[in-house]
């Protein structure tokens, strides 16, 4: 790997811990907000939103990566911040999936958890009775 590249990437990982533990803090406030959620067109919405910044995220940290890599100066600081931003963003998107998952009409087999509709008395999948 160019020295640079690894030598970004180094620092990265030596502040890894620590952006672990915010992003533990960041997932519990953003599971709390998720609840506070009722309209699943609302959360499709926020998962689109969320997707599209995460996209738009990983594009930034690849071309201050790439910057590295040809001798620019570029600050790891703002790197694990956009890390960050990318490690709060997908915990978000996990928690809207989720609760998008539980608003779907019909209930779930709870062997094998497949979706089922209201009216079937057994799993169509694995013949579990419901
Ligand atoms: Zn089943």
Redesign the pocket.
Known sequence: MDPRVNDVLERMRQTAAQAAQAMGKAADVASKKTNELVSSTKVNLQIFELKNDIEALYKEVGRSVYMAHTGETVDPQEIDGKIAQIDDKVARLCCLQEELEQQRPGKK?P??G?ACQPEDAF?R????RL
């Open positions: 087999c062997a094998c497949k799993c999948f694995c013949g579990q």
